[in-house]
């Protein structure tokens, strides 16, 4: 089988290293590139959104830090600046019209200065398998998932506003299941009147739970992309391979269970794309090592069909509709005081502190695989060494191929991480054995957690609601995920936050380009702190309340749209 690795031989014209040219995207404009003249040794883009080491290359991080600073100025400057240039981009990338009440969202966007107005990519691909259903199709089989268990229906009549219209739970819901309702009232209430009648159907749950079909998915999309309906008496049965049966029979999942796949990823990777690298398609791996696919074990059954039904979050194998939630949201770190600047805070190691989330803990489960115990474990081993990759003095220089470092240095020297409290999750009788597995400290209180420079964030039982904090602090935040946030086109790894692999085969590499040796040695604390002032200064200019609006309501004039029975007629047309 051929390769699909890609090496890229454009460079920088200001420092001489190797810049990355991303592969084609639908959605968004090709970018010219020019040759190469130089004969510096370069990086490997691989397909599956990791970047491997050049042992001859300039440390990867430098590259991938001046690759992010570009790939943002582009998507800057690209923007949208009026009301046509936004339609035009919209038929562009969707070649469709965009959605009745598009102007008003138009409108909306320029008064609350909401930035990037052509990124919502995300909701393309949420909403677009929809539009391979007939209408009257799509109406009955959202008004079936009004009944689902554990699930409450929103929408709005004509002239009325947006209200509960239904809920289904045994036995009846507590105060905080209904929490998502109350943040979809306070995102929309100042703009409602905009948006046409709908019903749409939500999951009170953390996790994501329409496991897709990979054959049945298609069908929809192809309908989508065709302008035509998928049949439902014609829709093959449902694959019942678990998790991979959101795959495609070519993806490394499907090659990887047949035992003809390969994963010949070097010992030393570095995340460039990190949608590609949430997807357990790409990366089988990921089935075996997080809680979100460890709990089902082998997986679940997959949909007959698609679902329209909306969550907190979703995975590249589920078609849940995500959508941004208020819980845990935070304008700012108050009072200021717990957040000292950069320059103040005195503890250089890498913290983190948190509950033993993630799956249920016993002795016939494989909790110690999932992400959380093995990053407390990770982080606190003794034992044996790490192979690591010091920062070269000169930022040419070759990086070389790490050194060995013993755990009983590294680990008690730069980390800080533990579980705090008490063990969750598990019965009382294993509960006590957790207690002693692991040493478990007190809760950290925000004038605590603020004086560390570095902080990393990772998922627990679903998405980590904790990231809106961290990022508004002016701490460097390395962040772990396999969950595609709405934000996610939004934000731009290696300029706002560093991105580390759910495997935790990078976080000693990325952590210590910055921090530096054991004695400080390479050390790149500038660039550190920097990506932490423009982490900051992003969840304060991408991440407010009016831009979960301006997603949200953008995303329900697009669900209004593919619900209607006239689909033309909800769309915009220019005056």
Not at 268 to 292: N, V
Not at 522 to 544: D, Y
């Amino acid at each position: 089988m051929p390769s699909q690795e890609c090496q890229i031989a454009t460079r920088s014209p200001i420092t001489g290293l190797p810049s990355y040219v991303p592969p084609p995207n639908p959605y968004l404009p090709l970018e010219e590139t020019i040759e190469s003249t130089t004969s510096l040794p370069f990086h490997t883009y691989r397909p599956n959104g990791l970047l491997s080491v050049n042992t001859d290359a300039s440390h990867p991080v430098y590259e991938l830090i001046e690759k992010a600073q570009e790939d943002w100025r582009l998507k800057l400057n690209r923007a949208s600046q009026t009301l046509d240039e936004a339609i035009a981009e919209y038929r562009r990338r969707y070649n469709r019209a965009p959605p009745k009440g598009f102007g008003a969202w138009w409108e909306y966007v320029q008064e609350h200065n909401v930035q990037l107005p052509d990124e919502y990519d995300q909701i393309a691909r949420d909403i677009e398998p929809f539009w391979g259903y007939h209408p009257l199709d799509l109406q009955q089989i959202q008004a079936e998932q009004e009944s689902h268990t554990d699930s409450y229906t929103f929408g709005k009549t004509i002239g009325s506003e947006i209200r509960l219209m239904n809920f289904s739970f045994v036995p009846e819901p507590g105060p905080n299941v209904l929490r998502g309702a109350e943040d979809i009232l306070a995102l929309l209430k100042d703009v409602q009147q905009h948006i046409p009648p709908f019903r749409a159907v939500f999951s009170p749950h953390d996790n994501p739970i329409l496991l897709s079909d990979y054959d049945i998915k298609k069908k929809f999309t192809d309908a989508a992309a065709t302008g035509s309906y998928v049949d439902l008496d014609g829709l093959p049965e449902p694959q019942q391979d678990g998790w991979i049966s959101a795959c495609s029979p070519s993806s490394p999942a499907r090659e990887a269970s047949s035992g003809s796949f390969s994963d010949d990823v070097p010992s030393k990777s570095f995340i460039y794309d990190p949608r590609k690298t949430m997807d357990p398609c790409l990366h089988p791996m990921l089935l075996d090592i997080h809680g979100e696919f460890l709990s089902h074990d082998h997986g679940s059954s997959p949909q007959k069909r698609m679902l329209p039904q909306f969550a907190y979050c979703s995975t590249l194998i589920h078609h849940d509709i995500q959508y941004p939630s208020l819980l845990s949201w935070v304008d700012d770190i108050n009072p200021r005081s717990d957040d000292p600047e950069w320059d103040k805070k005195l503890d250089e190691r890498l913290s983190w502190r948190g509950s033993n989330t993630g799956m249920w803990h016993a002795s016939d489960t494989r909790w110690r695989e999932a992400q959380r115990a093995r990053l407390v474990t990770y982080s606190n081993d003794l034992n044996g060494t790490a192979r690591v990759l010091i920062p070269p003095t000169r930022k040419h220089d070759p990086v070389g191929d790490g050194i060995n470092v013993s755990k009983s240095k590294i680990n008690p020297a730069m980390m800080d991480i533990a579980f705090a409290g008490s063990p969750l999750g598990c019965p009382s009788d294993y509960c006590k054995e957790l207690e002693t597995m692991f040493d478990w400290r007190k809760r950290q209180n925000a004038k605590e957690a603020g004086n560390f420079r570095y902080v990393i964030d990772i998922d627990g039982n679903a998405w980590s609601s904790r990231f809106k904090r961290l990022i508004t602090s002016n701490s460097l935040i390395f962040k772990a995920t396999i969950y595609p946030e709405w934000f996610l086109d939004r934000i731009q790894p290696w300029l706002h936050y560093v991105p580390v692999q759910i495997d935790l085969s990078d976080l000693y590499d990325s952590f210590i380009f910055f921090h530096g040796g054991m004695y400080g040695e390479g050390a790149n604390v500038e660039l550190a702190a920097k990506i932490a002032r423009e982490g900051r200064e992003w969840s304060k200019s991408f991440w407010r309340k009016q831009d979960m609006t301006a997603y949200l309501f953008r995303l329900m004039l697009e669900y209004a749209r593919v619900t209607s029975l006239d689909r033309d007629d909800m769309s915009y047309e220019q005056i």
